[in-house]
């Protein structure tokens, strides 16, 4: 059986590693895109990151293009997502989302909350310490306004097994 855990994404710096690494905190997974008019809850989830880091909370953005709305490579994102919205969470390289070429951890994702195509930018999955999907968040959906379930899930004394 697959887990969040399986699955293996590259930092902005190049850095490879399994979500395993993650095992035992809440990860908040968001597909981002720096010229879309939902960018904005970049600042939002910094917020978060900055708020709830030192309680277990994992943010990680993957950038796609899927939808025509991110820069021409990924250093230029990274750089425009900290120079406008201060981003320090960590971000990936980008990845396909829909289509030829998912990136599987989305291609599970989707499956793990029963609804398939991500339809656009900054739609969020939180996950709980136990590595299961809690929610699917829709691309309107603003950080601020799941902030209680970021703190339930972080409450949840649930853990995996090693």
Same mark, same amino acid.
């Given at each position: 059986?697959?887990?969040?855990? +399986?699955?293996?994404?590259?930092?902005?710096? #190049?850095? /490879?590693? !399994? @979500?395993?690494?993650?095992? +035992?905190?809440? @990860? @908040?997974?968001?597909?981002?895109? =720096?010229?879309?008019? @939902?960018?904005?809850?970049?600042?939002?989830?910094?917020?978060?990151?900055? !708020?709830?880091? +030192?309680?277990?909370?994992?943010?990680?953005?993957? %950038? =796609?293009?899927?939808?025509?709305?991110?820069?021409?490579?990924?250093?230029?994102? =990274?750089?425009?997502?900290?120079?406008?919205? #201060?981003?320090?969470?960590?971000? /990936?390289?980008?990845?396909?989302?829909?289509?030829?070429?998912?990136? %599987?951890?989305?291609?599970?994702? !989707?499956?793990?909350?029963?609804?398939?195509?991500?339809?656009?930018?900054?739609?969020?999955?939180?996950?709980?310490?136990? #590595?299961?999907?809690?929610?699917?968040?829709? %691309?309107? /959906?603003? %950080?601020? =306004?799941?902030? +209680?379930?970021?703190?339930?899930?972080?409450?949840?004394?649930?853990? /995996?097994?090693?």
């Amino acid at each position: 059986m697959t887990s969040i855990y +399986d699955f293996t994404i590259t930092s902005m710096e #190049g850095e /490879t590693f !399994k @979500l395993d690494r993650f095992r +035992d905190k809440v @990860l @908040l997974v968001v597909n981002t895109a =720096s010229k879309c008019g @939902l960018a904005p809850q970049l600042k939002g989830l910094e917020t978060l990151h900055n !708020k709830y880091q +030192d309680k277990g909370l994992v943010v990680v953005g993957l %950038p =796609s293009n899927q939808f025509r709305q991110e820069l021409a490579s990924d250093e230029e994102a =990274s750089e425009y997502c900290q120079v406008h919205y #201060g981003v320090t969470f960590l971000m /990936t390289k980008r990845v396909a989302v829909n289509g030829d070429g998912t990136d %599987p951890l989305f291609s599970y994702l !989707k499956d793990e909350s029963g609804h398939g195509r991500i339809k656009w930018n900054y739609t969020k999955f939180l996950i709980g310490r136990d #590595g299961q999907l809690i929610h699917r968040y829709a %691309p309107t /959906t603003t %950080p601020e =306004s799941f902030e +209680d379930a970021v703190v339930e899930a972080l409450d949840s004394k649930a853990v /995996t097994s090693a």
